[in-house]
């Protein structure tokens, strides 16, 4: 085979491979759908964290109005939502479009604050697998007493199984944020990251499935100095690959 031969070869053999991996399942970037509104957060550090993730593009949804993108229609736009809400209305039918979302295998990661949304829909619990409870009630059959929070705590984060995809490659490491304590977590989720904390609940992000859904909720992300920890984003990028099935 002449040199020219061998060029011609190899650059086909390159453009052949390109061609194949925008074709492999997996090789476009996942399209996430952020929900906000209802509680105040650092907008500027925050939409940095989803625009410095170069496996994503992200669409920004707001209450009242952010509802609308569990529409069928609206929902072929997306792949994951990320929640980082804290929203108590909801009509009967956003409810059942939402689950309609999750039994076709959209992906959802509940952030922080929005573990406390929905406090009078039960359903809502049973899908991100927790809840943070604004007033005393009965969950399980045991009555809680309202979640406390404490801002600007250095917490100690464990790993609780490093052979989970959401865990994969992260060591035990500190964060400064919001600590959550009497936070209800359904026994039968996953657990990803734990905190001894005194100020804190004992489990701190688990994964779970609901319906063909995939879920993650991660209690971590209050502000900038969360934002910007690379524990916390390798964690976040990570929930959203794992919840869009990508490797």
């Known amino acids: 085979m002449g040199m020219k031969s061998v060029r011609w070869f190899l650059w086909a053999a390159v453009m052949s491979c390109g061609l194949l991996a925008s074709w492999l399942p997996g090789a ?30 992200f669409q920004p949804a707001v209450h009242p109005q952010a509802h609308d ?18 929203w108590q209305p909801i009509s009967a039918q956003a409810k059942s479009n939402l689950v ?15 573990l406390a949304n929905y406090q ?17 009630e009965v969950l399980d059959g045991v009555e809680r007493p309202g979640s406390t929070f404490k801002h600007d705590v250095l917490m100690q984060v464990r790993i609780a199984s490093t052979a989970h995809p959401i865990t ?6 500190e964060i400064h944020d919001e600590t959550y304590g009497g936070l209800y977590v359904h026994p039968e989720v996953i657990p990803l990251l734990l905190c ?15 319906a063909n859904a995939r879920v993650a909720a991660i209690q971590l992300g209050h502000d900038r100095l969360a934002y910007e920890n690379p524990n916390f ?6 929930a959203i690959a794992w919840v869009a099935r990508q490797p």
């Open 233 to 238: 984003r390798k964690v976040l990028a990570q």
């Open 28 to 57: 476009e970037k996942i399209r996430v759908l952020v929900i906000t509104g209802g509680h105040d957060y650092q907008t500027n550090e925050f939409w940095q964290v989803f625009k410095d993730n170069p496996a994503i593009t």
């Open 120 to 136: 009078d829909w039960p359903e809502y619990r049973q899908i991100v697998g927790g809840k943070y409870v604004l007033k005393k």
């Open 168 to 173: 994969r490659g992260l060591k035990d490491f």
């Open 69 to 86: 993108y569990w529409k069928a229609e609206a929902a072929r736009q997306w792949d994951v939502m990320v929640l980082y809400d804290m």
């Open 196 to 210: 001894d904390t005194p100020t804190s609940s004992p489990i701190v992000a688990w994964a779970k499935t609901y």
């Open 100 to 114: 309609a979302r999750l039994h076709e295998g959209k992906g959802l990661v509940a952030l922080h604050h929005s």
